[in-house]
């Protein structure tokens, strides 16, 4: 079974700083996809960044990025420039090609303080 | 479209009633899931539909609960004799296929007295 980790319960960060939030999976398939959802107090999930396991380059959506390792089986998220509406929940998914099946982190909070 | 909805947004029933939650997807989409999320939890699949057809449970989902997208549209999830620790969130979602973005509902808010 696919497994997902965020060990980070809660992070802060001050405004227009960087934050680093990780997350950990564990499969022993080859081909899957990688996502982070962000979901703002009593507000719907919404995605952030996504990551095809085959693609080595690491994706980028404006001031979002990730740091995809996979041989360590790694995939972090790197918010620059934070701002006051990134304070939300931060959930790591994982998907194997094909399968449908969301796997979920149990998520970190983070407060962007101004 | 302006996205997946679902209904209600919330609701509070009393042990022992049965509940049904509605989920109306982005209508291109053919694929829709159900998920159960608890307070401090990430979501936790419960089972997925591709068009009408029921592929993949949870074992999460206990004979008490039950799911039906009867035309490869809205979906219904059903609870039957619910229980306090059935009390969650129950998010809907709805993809174009397996590996892509799933696009999820704001979510129905169960409460168990």
């Known amino acids: 079974a696919q497994t997902v980790t965020q060990s980070q319960p809660e992070m802060s960060v001050q405004e227009a700083e960087t934050v680093t939030l990780s997350c950990t999976y564990d499969t022993s398939e080859n081909n899957y996809y990688l996502f982070w959802y962000k979901q703002p107090p009593s507000r719907q999930m919404i995605l952030v960044i996504r990551?095809?396991?085959?693609?080595?380059q690491n994706a980028t959506e404006n001031r979002f990025s990730v740091n995809f390792q996979k041989a360590a089986k790694s995939f972090s998220l790197k918010i620059s420039d934070s701002q006051l509406g990134d304070t939300a929940m931060y959930f790591c998914a994982f998907v194997q090609y094909n399968f449908n099946k969301f796997y979920f982190g149990s998520g970190t909070k983070l407060n962007v303080k101004p | 479209d302006t996205g997946v909805s679902q209904n209600p947004r919330h609701k509070i029933t009393k042990r022992g009633q049965n509940v049904t939650f509605r989920c109306d997807p982005i209508s291109e989409h053919n694929r829709l899931y159900w998920y159960r999320q608890t307070l401090g939890q990430g979501p936790e699949f419960l089972t997925y539909?591709?068009?009408?057809?029921?592929?993949?449970k949870s074992r999460l989902l206990s004979d008490r609960f039950s799911a039906e997208r009867p035309k490869g549209s809205f979906s219904t999830l059903e609870i039957q004799r619910t229980e306090q620790g059935d009390s969650a969130m129950y998010l809907c979602a709805s993809s174009l296929d397996g590996n892509n973005e799933q696009f999820f509902g704001p979510g129905t808010r169960l409460t168990v007295l």
């Open positions: 539909f591709q068009n009408e057809a029921q592929l993949e």
């Open positions: 990551q095809e396991a085959y693609k080595q």
